[in-house]
């Protein structure tokens, strides 16, 4: 028996344990003959990218509905050391007791966390990372109204001005309102967006900004440019220009790394932590590993690297486990090809932007792009449940999730 380890239960790990039973039945081999595990410290896969939305926690997918049917071993467990020499990963399990478990390849996708800030009370900034910062934010939000009335109480200030901090910030204005108007306080509701730089998404480019600033405006987002946190309070927020917001919410979005399980792999890393790999998804001078989802630096097309989202940790897990267990089974591997680059931002009630191409070509925009965003993020990225067939047809490298979209925009502009 070969054994295929799978760490991380997200898009990419998920896909990827898809991926190898997919390529391994189409083999012909039997399951005794190559077992696929994989490891999660949670039972569901986290919809992370609806995670500044109310109610987080609808949004998740018992991972036994989707890796039992289809024969994937589940272990719950949080891997915490990998010896790439021996072979082998030490997890934790909810009992405490540590454990080994041994590989003959192994794939890591074990994602991405947010860069916490190091300034004083850093403690009462919040954050929608992942599912418990999202909950503790939300329980918060709903809080409010029972607090003492003052300066800031629907005062939220959001911290980076990046894509998740936009999607954030302009979701909140009608979040605050909802949760105000009952107590006769909607006129008290003010956002307001702190940026570094000097401009509102410096990494979406030139093309969707006028659109972006358009919509800031209409739901009355403020933006403090050219700034960053000093320190924070339960009450507000210091700027590095000397300026103070009273807030009773901060929410810090800037700035991404990869999992630390990364710097136990001997091979480089981008500035962003993740891995080296080869046009088969392996890493670079560890042959027995592969990366997919945000561990993993593969390169899109000849110039860009791919992008820490579900856009393409998806296809990232699915190729690296068609090619883990090709590798294993002596097949042909598939190089990486990604979909074509679609960037789908919300914009709260002012709507939505939709681009495509690294250049971020405007194509659709207002309600248009709000439909096309729900039909991506509330239905086409969450995988099938209880029927195998559907899983693994949905597990074949060439499926079309976001192709599919991109042809939707182009063919509709």
């Known amino acids: ?81 990998i010896d790439t020499d ?72 959001v911290v980076g001005a990046g894509f998740a901090g936009l999607e954030v910030a302009t979701e909140l204005v009608g979040r605050l309102r909802d949760i105000a108007t009952p107590v006769g306080a909607a006129e008290q509701v003010r956002v307001v967006l702190v940026e570094r730089e000097g401009v509102v998404g410096p990494e979406l480019g030139a093309g969707p900004r006028p659109l972006i600033l358009e919509a800031l405006a209409r739901l009355g987002v403020e933006q403090r440019l050219g700034v960053t946190p000093e320190s924070a309070t339960p009450t507000g927020v210091r700027l590095s220009d000397g300026s103070e917001i009273a807030a009773s919410t901060v929410v810090w979005t800037a700035g991404m790394t990869a999992s630390p399980l990364t710097a136990d792999i001997p091979a480089e890393r981008d500035r962003l932590g993740r891995l080296h790999v080869d046009e088969y998804l392996r890493v670079v001078g560890a042959p027995d590993v592969y990366a997919a989802g945000d561990t993993s630096a593969a390169l899109a097309d000849e110039t860009h690297p791919v992008m820490q989202s579900s856009q393409h940790a998806q296809p990232l897990g699915k190729y690296a486990g068609h090619n883990v267990a090709a590798d294993l089974l002596g097949r042909p591997q598939v190089p990486f090809e990604p979909e074509p680059y679609v960037t789908c931002l919300d914009l709260g009630t002012a709507g939505a932007v939709l681009t495509t191409g690294w250049e971020r070509t405007v194509r659709k925009t207002g309600q248009d792009a709000k439909d096309l965003k729900h039909l991506i993020s509330a239905v086409a990225i969450y995988p099938p449940v209880d029927d195998a067939e559907a899983i693994l047809a949905r597990a074949d490298y060439r499926s079309t999730t976001w192709r599919a979209s991109a042809d939707a925009t182009t063919t509709a502009v």
């Open 86 to 157: 021996a072979r082998r990963v030490t997890v934790v399990g909810r009992d405490g007791r540590t454990a080994e478990l041994t590989y003959d390849r192994l794939v890591l996708a074990t994602g991405s966390q947010l860069v916490r800030p190091d300034l004083p009370g850093a403690e009462h900034l919040f954050d929608v990372d992942t599912m418990p910062g999202a909950a503790r934010l939300h329980s918060h939000l709903h809080r409010l109204p029972a607090d003492a009335v003052g300066d800031g109480r629907f005062t939220a200030v």
């Open 1 to 81: 028996m070969s054994d295929i380890l799978v760490l991380g239960g997200g898009f990419a790990g998920v896909w990827a344990a898809a991926g190898a039973v997919r390529a391994r039945r189409a083999a012909g081999v039997p399951a005794a003959d190559l077992r696929v595990t994989l490891v999660s410290a949670g039972d569901d896969i986290v919809i992370r990218p609806r995670m500044y939305q109310s109610d987080p926690d609808r949004m998740r997918v018992p991972l036994d509905r989707i890796l039992g049917p289809i024969g994937v071993r589940r272990v719950a467990a949080t891997a915490t050391g």
